[in-house]
């Protein structure tokens, strides 16, 4: 396990959190008054969830499809985290900084992941 892998595995484990965090708390707003304390447990929950899985899939030598998918989760996390935080040292705003992020994190997951396994490119 290499730096480059623990920081995938990081990058997407905080994006996943964040986008979780916020989705849950957001919907259950008009439901439960402190929606915070669900939408909490639930973006550690899967930020913990894809750390681990990307963990997981890049220890996977023998799969074609694992490593790719384990790539493209990486890639998600520091995308939307760059993206995030590039935003918000702009002054865009929290809702705008999100919803960028995750359109562009997806986008950029989306096309390194394709074009891992259609290439083959070796990870780490």
């Not at 894809?50 to 499809?65: G, I």
């Amino acid at each position: 396990m290499n730096p480059r892998t623990l920081g995938y595995a990081a990058a997407a484990g905080i994006a996943t959190f964040l986008v979780v965090f916020a989705a849950v708390s957001e919907l259950l707003l008009s439901y439960i008054e402190f929606s915070v304390l669900v939408g909490l447990p639930a973006g550690i929950a899967a930020g913990v969830l894809t750390a681990a899985v990307v963990l997981v899939l890049f220890a996977r030598n023998d799969s074609e499809t694992s490593r790719p998918l384990a790539l493209a989760l990486g890639t998600f996390g520091v995308a939307f985290l760059a993206v995030f935080v590039g935003l918000l040292g702009l002054q865009a705003g929290v809702t705008v900084s999100m919803a960028a992020a995750t359109v562009l994190g997806l986008l950029a997951g989306t096309a390194v992941g394709v074009r891992s396994r259609r290439e083959g490119l070796p990870i780490g």
